[in-house]
């Protein structure tokens, strides 16, 4: 049976989203920020804010509002972003290329140990060795790995998905064009672009339905 959240899954989404727009005001050096001004910036109520936050302790007050690099600082512990990650990339394909190199990693602390692909021989470089997929299970056995980033075709996914489970993987990343499931109480992600794609195609289409 699949354990219920003790915090809704939107609450939970929307978090990430609040520490984005704290580390672009902490960047310009504001100390303080009410509720009401978060709602500004985020586009979300001020209650829903607060309702948000709640559930995790009280961290403003009234009168003063939130201090912006301590409820990061909460946030981050919450998220878990306080904490450094290694993962790997399996897939090196244009989406796994355009990951390995995004710079936004190195900056929160998740550390891509090892890239892995088919055709190994065809994409590696002379900064990047880029390991053949038949060594991945003996990388697993040898290193302690987080997060696992799948960008492979849809077709052999799923087995890479249970060669991640097997090898001691928490959590899975997954941008091919398929729903996967995992074993071992792996968590997993799945990230499609075709869906982000068509919902922005509907709101194009039924402009009444979009909130501005």
Not at 33 to 39: A, D, G, Q
Not at 61 to 85: C, F, H, P, S
Not at 110 to 135: G, H, P, Q, R, W
Not at 184 to 205: A, G, K, P, Q, R
Request: glycine share 8%; with cysteine; aromatic share 10%.
């Amino acid at each position: 049976m699949k354990k219920e959240l003790s915090v809704s899954l939107s609450v939970i989404k929307r978090l990430p989203k609040y520490y984005r727009y704290l580390e672009a005001i902490n960047e310009k050096g504001i100390v303080r920020v009410s509720s009401k001004e978060l709602s500004q910036i985020t586009g979300l109520t001020a209650s829903q804010i607060r309702q948000d936050l709640n559930h995790y302790g009280c961290f403003g007050q009234q009168g003063y509002g939130y201090n912006v690099r301590e409820l990061m600082d909460e946030l981050a512990k919450i998220i878990g972003v306080d904490k450094e990650y290694s993962m790997v990339i399996i897939g090196y394909g244009n989406i796994g290329h355009a990951l390995y190199q995004y710079s936004g990693f190195k900056s929160l602390d998740y550390n891509v140990k090892a890239v892995f692909d088919k055709n190994n021989e065809e994409v590696s470089t002379d900064t990047l060795e880029v390991l053949s997929i038949d060594k991945l299970k003996d990388y697993l056995k040898e290193n302690k790995i987080d997060i696992g980033i799948i960008t492979t075709p849809k077709e052999g996914a799923q087995e890479v998905c249970d060669i991640l489970c097997e090898g001691g993987i928490k959590g899975i990343w997954n941008f091919a064009p398929v729903d996967l499931k995992t074993k071992n109480n792996v968590v997993i992600e799945n990230v499609h672009l075709d869906e982000s794609l068509f919902t922005l195609t509907y709101f194009i289409n039924s402009p009444e339905d979009f909130a501005f």
